[in-house]
């Protein structure tokens, strides 16, 4: 009898656990003055990347309307949430979140400025750049368990800006997860694993990297800078709350000419909850 009961006892956690694939990457602006590293020569490369890791959600940074709409095009069965900063339309860098309507529906989203006035355009504290995060809430449409997901994008220079961004979006995660619901904040911090923002917000949250199950895979670092050379600064994350990380990696694909295909490489977690 006992024995009987582990096994349906497994077999009903196996039926409810689920897995699902996370992605962050920044895809590098297209600048239309570039000469080298252009959108042009790397966009098709990043859609095979994309398309070849078949995660879930998709956190991109760096977006311009173009590229965004280039991505929504061929990345199938996807749809994404997100503005443009600059406006709250479509000027601008986007945040932008994808998902995979095969497998979570959207059920509410969100864009908010990292500033005092988050719920329209603005640049915050003493930001050089108007930064956005893009959030929303998802069911799975197989289990009908939800989990929210917070794409973000941090300024490169404010410092106070970097602070008060941590403490506006654990603000945010607190006041919308009433339900206590599983939580990922993914994205280019533009903050090391030392510095005082990204050990405030792993006070809160867990760094995907140091609590996964197998061992890291991948450089140390994701900021590349277009050199062929090690890869140290990390920089873009994936943090988890209320939900096991399985494995999680770096990952270095590079272009056929053995240039990288961003400056920054994708980060890629997969979790189960």
């Given at each position: 009898?006992?024995k009987?009961?582990?096994?349906?006892?497994f077999?009903?956690?196996?039926?409810?656990?689920?897995?699902?694939k996370i992605?962050?990457?920044?895809?590098?602006?297209?600048?239309?003055?570039e000469?080298?590293?252009?959108?042009?020569?790397?966009?098709?490369?990043?859609?095979?990347?994309?398309?070849?890791?078949?995660?879930?959600?998709i956190?991109?940074?760096?977006?311009?309307?173009?590229?965004?709409?280039?991505?929504d095009?061929?990345?199938?069965?996807?749809?994404y949430?997100?503005?443009g900063?600059d406006?709250?339309?479509?000027?601008?860098?986007y945040?932008p979140?994808?998902?995979?309507?095969k497998?979570?529906?959207l059920?509410?989203?969100?864009?908010?400025?990292?500033?005092?006035t988050?719920?329209k355009p603005?640049?915050?504290w003493?930001a050089?750049?108007?930064?956005?995060?893009t959030?929303g809430?998802?069911?799975?449409?197989?289990?009908?368990k939800?989990?929210?997901v917070?794409?973000?994008?941090f300024d490169?220079?404010?410092?106070?800006?970097?602070?008060n961004?941590?403490n506006?979006?654990?603000?945010?995660?607190?006041?919308?997860?009433?339900?206590?619901y599983?939580?990922?904040?993914m994205?280019?911090?533009?903050?090391?694993?030392?510095?005082?923002?990204i050990?405030l917000?792993?006070?809160s949250?867990?760094?995907g990297?140091a609590?996964?199950l197998?061992?890291?895979?991948g450089p140390?670092?994701t900021?590349?800078?277009?050199?062929?050379?090690?890869?140290?600064t990390r920089?873009d994350?994936?943090?988890?709350?209320?939900?096991?990380?399985?494995n999680?990696e770096h990952v270095?694909?590079?272009?056929?000419?053995?240039?990288?295909?961003s400056?920054?490489?994708?980060?890629?977690?997969?979790?189960?909850?």
């Amino acid at each position: 009898m006992k024995k009987t009961t582990i096994i349906l006892l497994f077999l009903t956690s196996s039926i409810f656990a689920q897995e699902v694939k996370i992605m962050t990457y920044n895809i590098k602006y297209h600048g239309v003055r570039e000469t080298k590293n252009r959108w042009v020569d790397r966009k098709q490369n990043v859609i095979q990347l994309l398309n070849h890791y078949e995660a879930s959600f998709i956190g991109l940074q760096e977006s311009l309307l173009g590229q965004v709409q280039y991505v929504d095009r061929y990345l199938k069965d996807y749809e994404y949430i997100g503005v443009g900063r600059d406006d709250g339309r479509t000027r601008g860098e986007y945040s932008p979140l994808f998902y995979d309507t095969k497998k979570y529906a959207l059920l509410d989203s969100k864009t908010i400025w990292l500033s005092e006035t988050p719920g329209k355009p603005s640049k915050g504290w003493d930001a050089a750049l108007n930064r956005v995060c893009t959030y929303g809430l998802f069911r799975n449409l197989k289990t009908n368990k939800k989990i929210w997901v917070f794409n973000t994008h941090f300024d490169h220079i404010g410092r106070n800006a970097k602070k008060n961004s941590v403490n506006l979006l654990l603000n945010v995660i607190k006041g919308v997860n009433s339900e206590n619901y599983p939580v990922v904040l993914m994205g280019d911090f533009n903050l090391t694993p030392d510095e005082e923002p990204i050990q405030l917000l792993s006070e809160s949250l867990n760094d995907g990297k140091a609590v996964s199950l197998k061992p890291f895979y991948g450089p140390v670092g994701t900021f590349n800078s277009f050199r062929n050379e090690e890869i140290k600064t990390r920089i873009d994350y994936i943090f988890t709350k209320n939900i096991q990380v399985l494995n999680y990696e770096h990952v270095d694909d590079r272009l056929p000419n053995n240039k990288h295909v961003s400056d920054h490489l994708p980060v890629l977690a997969r979790l189960k909850f």
